[in-house]
C-alpha cells in the first residue's frame, strides 16, 4: 500500500507492517472500514412534492331551530279516604278490591281497619301493582303485576302511578285511555283516564317524535327519566329540562357517558362505541367520529323531534388514513387535519398535525420524532421519542432523519410511505458506519539511511480487528500490510 485504504474487511489479526520504501512517513491504524474512530450516523430524506390529503374525522351536527315535544311517562295519582271492605280501584281492566282477610280470588288487597285502613291499603296495592311483596301477605294468590303500570312514591292517602314505559304511538295510546276508577266518596282520581292530564297528572308522549339516531345508537329526550318516575332505568333516555341548550348539554353529557347518569341522561346509557359529543353552542351539538377515516362516513344521521334535524342524512365524510402514512422503523405516524384529542375523541399515538401547508407538516414531523414542543398540539398526546432515529435538517419540502448512534446497524432500519406526494430517498437508513478505534496511534517511520533489515518489519503482535483493518498512510511511504 502507497496511499491510505482498506487492507482487510471483517475480522482478522493484524502480524506487523513491511516498510517497503519511504522518504518520509507515519502509518496509523483503525479497527474498521474507515479512519474516523467516531462512526458516522446514517441518514434517509424524506420529499413532499407537492400537498398531500391529511386524514379527517367524520362530523355530523345537530341543530335545534325551536321548541320540540319529549316523550314522557303517563302518570297520575290515587287518593283514598278510609276505605272499608269491598271498596275498589280500577286502573284500566285490572280491579283492586279492598279486604279484610284474604281469600282465593287474585287481586284481593289487604287492609287493616282503623285509623291506618288507607295507609295499608295503599302501601299493600303498591306491592301488588308492581308484582313486589308477597302472595297471601300484602295480596291476594294469582295477582299479577299490572301490564302497563308501575306504583311508585305514596303518602298515608296518596298514591301515586307512572306508565311502566314510553313507547309507540299504540302503546301510549293505550295508556292513555286507560280508565282510572274507583269506589265513589272513598276514592278520588286526578281524572278518568290515566292519560287524562288534570292536576299533576301527566298524559304519556310517544317516543317516536323525540329521538335522534346516530349509526346504531338511538336517544330519546325525555321530560322525566323513566328511573326518575319510579321505573327501570331505559338506555339511552336524555333529560329536557329547561331549554334546547341545556338538552343539547345533556345530549353531549349522554353520548360522552359524562357527569351525571341518573340526572341529566339515563344510568343505563353507555358512552357511544362510534362518536364523541365535541363542541356545543345553545342551537348546535357537534358530533366527531372517534377515529379519523371514512368508516363512519355512510351512517344513518335521523331525527324525528320536530325543529331539530341534521345538517345532511349522512355525515360530513372522514377521510382514511390510509395515503398519510409514513413509517421509520417499527412506527408508522399519520397525518391529520385535526388531532383526534383537539376533535374531542380519545389522543391517538403518533398523529401529526398537518397544518397549514407542507412546511408545517414537516416541522410537526420532526417534533413528533423527537417528542418536542408541544405535544398534543404539533403531535398526538402519547407519541414517543423515536428510539433509533431524530430529526436532522428541514426544509420547506424535505425533512432528513439521521440515526441516534454511530454504527451500520441503523442501515437496516427501513422507511416506507404511502403519501401521493412524498418520497423517502431510499428504503432504509444509509451511510451508517460502527466506530472505527484505534489499534495503533502514529507510527513515525525513521529516515530511510537508518533503516535496517530488522526495523523494515514492524511486528505489532497478533493485534485483533473486528471490522476490518483501515491503514492511514501519512507522507511517501510504500508498507506491505500483513495479517491473518
Known sequence: MSASGQAATGAGQLKGIVVNSHTSGTITVNDGLTATTAGVKGTVKLTMTDVIVPASHATATLTSSGAAVMASHGTTKLTIDAPVAGNYVTIGTVKYTAVLALTSAPYEILYTAGA??????????????????????????GTAAHPFVYATTNTDTVQTFVARTVGDDTYTAAINAMPTVGTATRTSWEDTTFGGGTGDSIASVSAEAATFTLGDNTYTGVIQLSETSGATSVANQVLWETSAAVFLDNIKLAINAGATAGTEYSTATVVNPNWVAHTNTATTQLFVARQPGNYLNAVDTTETMANYAFGAAVPVAGVTTAAATVTAGDITYTWVSELSETAGATAITNQVLFGAATANALDN???????????????????????????????????????????KVSNSITVSTTLTNGTWGSDTILGGLNPAPLMFSTITLPATSALTTFDRFIKLGNADFFEGCYITIGGTADVTVVYN
Do not use: M, R
Not at 125 to 139: D, Q, S
Not at 386 to 396: M, Q, R, V
Not at 397 to 406: A, C, D, G, M, R
Open 116 to 141: 291506618t285502613a288507607g295507609e295499608t291499603f295503599l302501601d299493600n296495592l303498591k306491592a301488588a301493582v308492581n308484582g313486589t311483596g308477597t302472595w297471601g301477605v300484602e295480596y291476594s294468590h
Open 365 to 407: 414531523f420532526k417534533l413528533a420524532i423527537d417528542k418536542g414542543a408541544t405535544e398534543g398540539t404539533n403531535y398526538s398526546t402519547g407519541t414517543i421519542a423515536h428510539p433509533y432515529l431524530a430529526g436532522s435538517t428541514n426544509s420547506d419540502t424535505e425533512q432528513t432523519l439521521i440515526s441516534k448512534t454511530y454504527d
